[in-house]
């Protein structure tokens, strides 16, 4: 091949090389496209289309691409899509097919893939996603069953405008919570931490089983389990009386924890162990909350684990207070202590009875 007919091979292939570039940079669905669509009412077939090109095209992203800063670009292009239009009809129809084509990733083996997944799907508060949600529930990898709690929160005030929907959430809810911990079962008592303004059915079906989860986790709060013992310190700040009828369950609440972490520090085998130092801490966090509830000046206990005395003589004299002083002041306000070393202590029924 002599030099001109090399020159003109070349060109050729550097001009077909240029415009598949262009093609393939203009099939590139964008945020742009989705903006300029009018978003009035129910989508038509062609709007439908255009969003389900999109998430396809991020979806397969997340799937295909090797570098992780990229799955996170490709994440952020599937939210930043669904916040596009404020529009509800917008916001449930991509909702629901973002729900149906990112399902595929929880199925991969790769947990860095399956959480980004689980993270976009609970940036989408529709009731649409809720199949998706419980499949996150049960999955194997924790942090996906974290989300997977964090998309009901997020969604909580739609799902419970439908019976159906509501009850199926409450039951995995119940579920997570009496079965997982650490931060899982943080997320599962915040959820279910009733926002004041929400019905009444609503609120006493959330508190019925919050207050379930918690009387049954003591158990592992008595057997020095760090994590359980964290959350519940972490919870404490969060248990706010709204009412006078509502103060009598906090109040439950807490002396079902007190008793807990005080019998569970006299049966502490390592007196230096983690598990024990974070007992004495929601020892002191729960008597803080109580004496500010019922108004009380005194902290017996947090005197006494100031003490410089044993560790050993630290969880008789605490456990000592609990029934002098803090079993008085409780039954004044009608309270017994239902926690009870025993296994059976955790079947006990709970403060408010399930009205869904």
């Given at each position: 091949?002599?030099?001109?007919?090399?020159?003109?091979?070349?060109?050729?292939?550097?001009?077909?090389?240029?415009?598949?570039?262009?093609?393939?940079?203009?099939?590139?669905?964008?945020?742009?496209?989705?903006?300029?669509?009018?978003?009035i009412g129910?989508?038509?077939?062609?709007?439908?289309?255009?969003?389900?090109?999109?998430?396809?095209?991020?979806?397969?992203?997340?799937?295909?691409?090797?570098?992780?800063?990229e799955?996170?670009?490709?994440?952020?292009?599937?939210?930043?899509?669904?916040?596009?239009?404020?529009s509800?009809?917008?916001?449930?129809?991509?909702?629901?097919?973002?729900?149906?084509r990112?399902?595929?990733?929880?199925?991969?083996?790769?947990?860095?893939?399956?959480v980004?997944a689980?993270?976009?799907?609970?940036?989408?508060?529709?009731?649409?996603?809720?199949?998706?949600i419980?499949?996150?529930?049960?999955?194997?990898?924790?942090?996906?069953r974290?989300?997977?709690?964090?998309?009901?929160?997020?969604?909580i005030?739609r799902?419970?405008?439908?019976?159906?929907?509501?009850?199926?959430?409450?039951?995995?809810?119940?579920?997570?919570?009496?079965?997982?911990?650490?931060?899982?079962?943080?997320?599962?008592?915040r959820?279910?931490?009733?926002?004041?303004?929400?019905?009444?059915?609503?609120?006493?079906?959330?508190?019925?089983?919050?207050?379930?989860?918690?009387?049954?986790?003591?158990?592992?709060?008595?057997?020095?389990?760090v994590?359980?013992?964290?959350?519940?310190?972490?919870?404490?700040?969060?248990?706010?009386?709204?009412?006078?009828?509502?103060?009598?369950?906090?109040?439950?609440?807490?002396?079902?924890?007190?008793?807990?972490?005080?019998?569970?520090?006299i049966?502490?085998?390592?007196?230096?162990?983690?598990?024990?130092?974070?007992?004495?801490?929601?020892?002191?966090?729960?008597?803080?909350?109580?004496?500010?509830?019922?108004?009380?000046?005194?902290?017996?206990?947090?005197?006494?684990?100031?003490?410089?005395?044993?560790?050993?003589?630290?969880?008789?004299?605490?456990?000592?207070?609990?029934?002098e002083?803090?079993?008085?002041?409780?039954?004044?306000?009608?309270?017994?202590?239902?926690?009870?070393?025993?296994?059976?202590?955790?079947?006990?029924?709970?403060?408010?009875?399930?009205?869904?």
């Amino acid at each position: 091949m002599n030099k001109p007919s090399r020159v003109i091979v070349i060109s050729v292939i550097i001009a077909f090389q240029f415009l598949m570039t262009e093609s393939v940079e203009a099939a590139v669905p964008t945020i742009e496209d989705l903006e300029k669509i009018t978003v009035i009412g129910p989508l038509p077939a062609s709007v439908r289309k255009k969003m389900e090109e999109y998430i396809g095209y991020y979806v397969n992203r997340m799937k295909s691409v090797k570098s992780f800063k990229e799955v996170i670009q490709a994440r952020k292009r599937l939210i930043n899509g669904y916040n596009v239009h404020r529009s509800s009809y917008w916001q449930s129809g991509y909702a629901a097919i973002c729900a149906d084509r990112i399902c595929a990733l929880l199925d991969i083996p790769d947990a860095a893939r399956q959480v980004q997944a689980a993270i976009t799907l609970a940036n989408m508060p529709q009731y649409t996603i809720q199949p998706a949600i419980e499949k996150m529930a049960k999955h194997s990898n924790p942090a996906v069953r974290y989300w997977a709690v964090r998309a009901y929160k997020a969604s909580i005030r739609r799902m419970v405008l439908y019976d159906a929907r509501a009850e199926k959430m409450f039951q995995t809810l119940k579920c997570l919570g009496m079965n997982d911990s650490g931060s899982i079962l943080m997320a599962v008592l915040r959820c279910l931490t009733p926002y004041p303004d929400m019905d009444e059915k609503t609120i006493s079906t959330m508190k019925s089983i919050f207050d379930e989860i918690w009387l049954a986790r003591c158990k592992d709060v008595y057997a020095g389990k760090v994590d359980v013992i964290q959350t519940y310190h972490k919870m404490v700040r969060f248990l706010i009386p709204f009412s006078e009828a509502d103060k009598k369950r906090i109040l439950q609440l807490l002396a079902d924890a007190l008793e807990a972490s005080s019998l569970g520090l006299i049966n502490a085998t390592n007196r230096k162990s983690l598990a024990t130092k974070r007992l004495m801490e929601l020892l002191i966090a729960l008597e803080n909350k109580l004496a500010d509830i019922t108004a009380t000046n005194e902290t017996p206990i947090l005197k006494i684990l100031d003490e410089k005395i044993s560790p050993m003589e630290k969880a008789i004299k605490t456990r000592l207070k609990v029934n002098e002083y803090w079993k008085s002041i409780l039954a004044k306000h009608g309270i017994k202590l239902r926690f009870h070393a025993s296994k059976k202590s955790t079947t006990t029924k709970p403060t408010t009875s399930p009205s869904r």
